[in-house]
């Protein structure tokens, strides 16, 4: 009886994929087959250092998604942002690594910290879209995630529609390590997006200047 009010519930109101708005099927629990294999995916064997080129050093910097406007990026960082759809993010942090196994970049990270959000910010979406994200890629490395020691103390503004002077701008002194967790580890910060760079900079070098051994970044999409 379970079953046939579960197939019932399914029919009138099915699950679609966010990608391209069909009904997933049987086996399809957060994005549909087809959508999975056309994702427009970094190649292995491709880092983003350049996004990050004569302003720091990271030992490792990748992405996995190709973002473009209006592309498959946008709508699934569109869910996993604005719609509460934490599940999807976790499944995409989890590909992610699952994508670079060929290759093991990250097989030397002791911890990861996703880029905080702002205590504001936090509350009012209910949760952040970057720790969603590095739950999924922790599970794959097994490794933990370290929530407490870099905090967000001042609330940027958005980035959109900035230019990249304003966007540096933006995000100077935002972030603060308050204590010594990350001394002499190897971090890999990680984010929903990348555009500039300037946020993950940021981060990275308070990171840095606290003692940490290295940094590595992982964002989910990188725009090009």
Known sequence: ???????FI?????NCCP?????????????????????????????????????????????FIKFYSGG??????HQIKYQGNKALGEH?????????????????????VPIPLHKSKLRARGYNQSEVLAQGISQILAINIDLTTVVRTKKSETQTRKSRAE???????????KNDDLKGKHVLLVDDVITTGATLEAC???IINAGAASVSVAVLAAAM
């Not at 498959?72 to 960082?77: C, E, F, R, T, V």
């Open 1 to 7: 009886m379970k079953k046939v009010l579960h197939d």
């Open 10 to 14: 399914d029919l009138v109101f099915p």
């Open 19 to 63: 990608g391209c708005e069909q009904p997933l099927v049987t086996g399809e629990a957060h994005l549909c087959t087809s959508c999975e294999l056309e994702l427009p995916c970094f190649a292995v064997n491709e880092n983003i250092l350049n996004y990050f080129a004569g302003r720091i050093e990271l030992a490792e910097a990748r992405a």
């Open 72 to 77: 498959i990026a946008q709508k699934l960082l």
């Open 92 to 112: 995409l942090g989890k590909m992610f690594i699952q994508h670079l196994q060929s290759e093991p970049v990250y097989g030397n990270i002791n911890v990861a």
């Open 167 to 177: 966007r540096w701008q933006n995000v100077e002194g935002i972030f603060v390590v």
């Open 204 to 206: 990275a070098q308070v």
